[in-house]
């Protein structure tokens, strides 16, 4: 099967940005060094994390970069993905029945 990499890399750099976005508005909301708290308690770790003031231009420069990141590991995936399909589609069957026409 055949996929797409502007789709493949529009949905994964949607999903990066998307992500960093809802990490952005945690700072903004100042609810970010809690959630960093609670998931470094739950990997057992104990290291000292102190978050910076929000900025939005920072935010901005974050969430784009994520969502240029993303775009461009999810077209690389399915330009790779389509590569090591490339013996089995010129295998595949067609699924047209010769001679019939319809």
């Known amino acids: 099967m055949k996929i797409s990499p502007f789709r493949t890399g529009a949905a994964v750099g949607l999903f990066a940005g998307l992500w960093h976005l809802a990490w952005s508005s945690l700072v903004a909301a100042g609810w970010a060094q809690s959630v960093i708290g609670f998931f470094l308690w739950i990997h057992f770790l104990d290291v000292p994390v102190r978050l910076q003031p929000f900025d939005a231009t920072l935010a901005?420069?974050?969430?784009?970069?994520?969502?240029?990141l993303g775009f461009a590991a999810g077209w690389l995936l399915a330009v790779i993905w389509n590569w090591l399909q490339r013996d089995r589609m010129a295998h595949k069957p067609s699924g047209?029945?010769?001679g019939h026409r319809g």
């Open 60 to 68: 901005a420069t974050l969430v784009l970069v994520t969502g240029a």
């Open 96 to 98: 047209r029945i010769v």
